[in-house]
């Protein structure tokens, strides 16, 4: 446990933000200088069968030592920051015995981590927590996850005394932009179930998933000389609003929370001539999923025959609902609680308002929930992880080892 906390510190160092306009993978040369760091110290606490491959997918084995035949099992993480907040010069700051107050990220400009707004906080007075500096994001989503799966496994072959089967560890690029299991070989892998180590707060266990998709509308507009424009001009700026004023207003991000779905726009261009808006549909529940979608081309449809034929769209699955592949083994869901209970920790079972790689892992083959790294506040400045509930991620890992062996 004494190597977690610098080698989380060590990881977060390392810029390793991806690209979603690139078409290389990974995504981001800076990927490559982690990735190959991880690799090394692999061998270096004692993993087996290291290998990384032409796109940075990592995978090692720790191989069993009991001396019956048991499943084999995995832990992922991914080693890829969000391309929505820098990660450049991440500047960590190590808050001790946290006395529940407001936290100063940054003087200069004056940014705070508070309480007040972040509720949270308040469960880990007393406790170590890992902040930025105001200035870049913290990167525990997911470079916690990857701490914890590798002191794990340096824990496991420093106590052979615990028993447990085969273990396999895969780290991945891309995550965050959708891209981390695309090129991720299951069968290679050669695991009956894993567990990514990717979700927040200490206890989350989680085997639902939104349903997600991406749609991007075009709109061809009519430019005409502004004076003489009536019956003659098509402003496509005009038809984007048009557009995002039929979608359901109730149903956004900013106004959803549990299993409810949402339309999140999350980019419009334009000018007269020509505009494009790009949002994600999002819904647990594929039939709903279905018609958000169906309703993306009914407004496309509608507006087509107020304006000549001007609208244009394509929507493109990116994952699917892992309950649907985990429910009939959900026994891997029972290990994962069971292991958390006898460590001390309260399992919080909720669905996941977002995805892992183990949403599209779980339709490849591989049943894939996913278990707390710890962290709070992903993609920004008010990122932060406590050191605690990063060491129970550590003991989680090796209880479901442990686990496992026994009851097989």
């Not at 001390?344 to 669905?351: L, N, Q, V």
């Not at 929930?369 to 400045?381: L, R």
Request: charged share 25%; with cysteine.
């Amino acid at each position: 446990m004494k190597k977690l906390l610098p080698r989380f510190l060590e990881y977060v160092s390392i810029d390793t933000q991806s690209d979603p306009n690139s078409k290389t993978t990974p995504s981001t040369k800076k990927q490559w200088t982690l990735a190959k760091k991880l690799v090394l110290e692999l061998h270096q606490i004692g993993m087996q069968e290291v290998s990384i491959d032409e796109h940075a997918y990592i995978m090692a084995t720790l191989p069993s030592n009991i001396g019956k035949e048991v499943p084999t099992i995995g832990f992922i993480s991914h080693f890829d920051t969000t391309p929505d907040f820098t990660g450049f010069k991440v500047k960590p700051k190590i808050i001790e015995n946290y006395d529940g107050g407001d936290i100063v990220l940054n003087t200069t400009k004056n940014i705070v981590l508070s309480p007040d707004y972040f509720e949270d906080l308040l469960q880990y007075q007393g406790q170590t927590l890992i902040t930025t500096d105001g200035t870049t994001l913290l990167g525990a989503d997911d470079k916690a996850g990857i701490a914890e799966i590798i002191t794990a496994m340096e824990y496991l072959i420093q106590h052979p005394e615990i028993k447990h089967g085969k273990i396999r560890i895969g780290f991945t690029p891309d995550e965050e932009i959708g891209r981390g299991a695309h090129k991720f070989d299951v069968e290679k892998f050669d695991a009956e179930w894993a567990y990514t180590i990717d979700g927040s707060q200490v206890g989350e266990l989680e085997y639902e998933n939104f349903n997600a998709a991406g749609a991007k509308v075009i709109f061809k507009g009519k430019s005409v000389h502004p004076g003489y424009a009536k019956n003659k001009m098509i402003n496509a700026i005009g038809l984007a609003n048009d557009f995002l004023s039929l979608l359901p207003q109730r149903e956004k991000p900013e106004t959803t929370e549990g299993i409810e779905g949402f339309f999140h726009v999350h980019q419009i261009k334009g000018d007269i001539e020509h505009a494009e808006i790009e949002l994600i549909i999002r819904d647990h529940d594929r039939e709903h999923f279905q018609a958000r979608k169906d309703l993306i081309a009914n407004i496309t449809e509608k507006l087509n025959k107020k304006y000549e034929n001007c609208v244009s769209f394509e929507v493109n699955d990116q994952y699917f609902n892992m309950k649907e592949k985990i429910e009939p083994a959900f026994h891997i869901v029972e290990i994962a609680e069971e292991a958390m209970i006898q460590i001390g920790i309260e399992p919080i079972i909720k669905p996941i308002r977002g995805g892992t790689d183990g949403s599209q892992l779980s339709f490849m083959g591989l049943p894939c929930p996913n278990i707390f790294a710890g962290g709070h506040n992903f993609h920004g400045k008010y990122e932060y992880v406590p050191l605690e509930s990063m060491q129970k991620a550590v003991e989680t890992i090796v209880k479901i080892c442990e686990l496992t062996g026994e009851k097989f």
